[in-house]
């Protein structure tokens, strides 16, 4: 999304430089032709910098250098290929926060709610947790300003919440059951972001480890619960990659490195600059014997699809799900002295058996990042026959498995989307929100009845005693959708699921969540049928 708006924003300055292009040359150069080729044919100055001269000296109106420099380089990255992009500064600093694992501020989960800021959650042991704000708090003021009311802007809300470590900040806190603003003062500090959203154990043998992305600390959460597992009696795991997006090559070589025996081929890059850089197992493996299952479906990819690959070229495990996004392409940062960046592909990767299994860009940015719905559109999502791979790009692995390059990893155990419990009642309150904004009322309501129950079991069989559907149902007449009894009939075991897992997320976290909602995840259960 990033990118998109980067290019709505700057397409009219690149269309306006072309413009002026023509302009320079024909109007320009053509009353004085003689001289002036001759003076800018001698000067050892590329024709943009040309440009950039005329424009500050004779352009009609004042002009923004930096914008048009910006608007260039855009511009110029869109030629490559779409995974070369230009990050502005906040942009660049977010995006190293995420995968270096912290930034600074003062620690809460927050959504909206009625206009008003909702503390979702407060991370353990950061400093708002510290000082006693609570989950379901709402914060009305940041340093005596109003923040609540229509037209509250997100991005305003965090560039006053986050801040250098060491700094303060004064919030006013409305709590339920309290007439007054309650003021606190937080000292801002470094928050850690965790790559593993959660580990915990589906059977007494089956373990399960959520990725969410590679950063620089995903390979030491990797290890912590692997060992942890292990002590519950962990035999076997279930690594889900689904909409991991990547990160850092070196994390997903570290994490692949668990489960390979010695000196086997992980990954290799080569590019036109580039030489060739191959990288291989080591003996320090500590997962080398589990049983494994990857899962994977259109929204893993990058360093999702090293690993992968490499389990799948290694014979080394299960991969199960739908077709991984295919992005085969390395990115090497360049930052500015302003802090901006560019993020320049340098080099294609290649799975073990030489495939390279990045999808074809050949039709421009908007038809690449349109492939994942035309994918859904031609069935790729229902059907496995529905996938077509080149015959020219087969691969055959060591044990004598066929798997295919340019476009994404296939699994060995296709799963479809399942649509038993999907009717059109059920979409609509899902695009709508309504299951999540019920749980989010329905926990701040019942907070201190369901803060006792730490565990998902405890918690679900409370839930269950609560008649949950029907104040849903009455929840969504309110919000103005009428409610379908066939259609809810068709989706209520999914409907009434989703509550129970979204009511716990708001209590007890992933912790929470996770075990609830994957009792309808087909991918899940296929996982646990193949491991058993």
Known sequence: MIQNKQRSIYTPLI????????????????????????????IPVSKFEVLMQLINENYVDNINKDELTEAAIVGVLKKLDPHSVYLPPVVQKSATEHLEGNFEGIGVQFNMQNDTIFVVNTISGGPSDKVGILAGDRIITINDSLFAGVGVDSDDIIKNLKGERGTKVNVGIKRHGTKELLEFEIERDKIPLYSIDIAYMLTSEIGYVKITSFGRTTHDEFLKASKELKEQGMTKLVVDLRDNGGGYLKSAIALV??????????????????????????????????????????????????????????????????????????????????????????????????????????????????????????????????????????????????????????????????????????????VRGLIYYFALEYADKNRERLSKFTESKQF??????????????????????????????????????????????????????????????VMIKKAIEILR
Do not use: C
């Open 460 to 521: 679900e069989r409370f839930l269950k005693t609560q008649n949950l559907l029907s104040k849903f149902v009455a929840f969504v007449e309110q919000k103005g959708l009428k409610t379908n009894a066939k259609e809810l009939v068709q989706s209520k075991v999914l409907i009434v699921n989703d509550l129970h897992a979204y009511i716990a997320r708001n209590v007890i976290d992933n912790k929470g969540f996770y075990p609830i909602i994957h009792k309808n995840d």
């Open 257 to 430: 490195d668990e489960f390979l025996s010695k000196d086997k081929m992980i990954v290799y890059t080569e590019g036109r600059t580039r030489s060739r850089e191959e990288y291989f197992s080591t003996n320090k493996g500590n997962d080398e014997t589990t049983e494994l299952v990857i899962l994977i479906n259109s929204w893993s990819a990058s360093a999702s699809e090293i690993l992968a690959g490499a389990i799948q070229d290694n014979d080394r495990g299960t991969i199960v799900g739908r077709r991984s996004f295919g992005k085969g392409l390395v990115q090497e940062p360049i930052v500015f002295r302003d802090k901006s960046s560019v993020r320049l592909t340098i080099a294609r990767y290649y799975t073990p058996t030489g495939r390279s299994i990045q999808k074809t860009y050949d039709k421009g940015t908007d038809q690449y990042n349109a492939d994942i719905y035309n994918r859904s559109a031609h069935g790729e999502m229902y059907e496995i026959d529905s996938t077509y791979f080149v015959d020219s790009l087969q691969f055959v692995t060591p044990k004598g498995k066929i798997v295919y390059g340019g476009g994404g990893i296939m699994p060995d155990v296709f799963v479809p989307v399942d649509t038993s419990y999907y009717s059109n009642y059920y979409r609509e309150i899902a």
């Open 15 to 42: 269309l306006s430089v072309v413009l002026i292009l023509g302009v320079a040359i024909g109007v320009y150069f053509g009353s004085y032709r003689s001289k002036d080729t001759t003076m800018f044919a001698n």
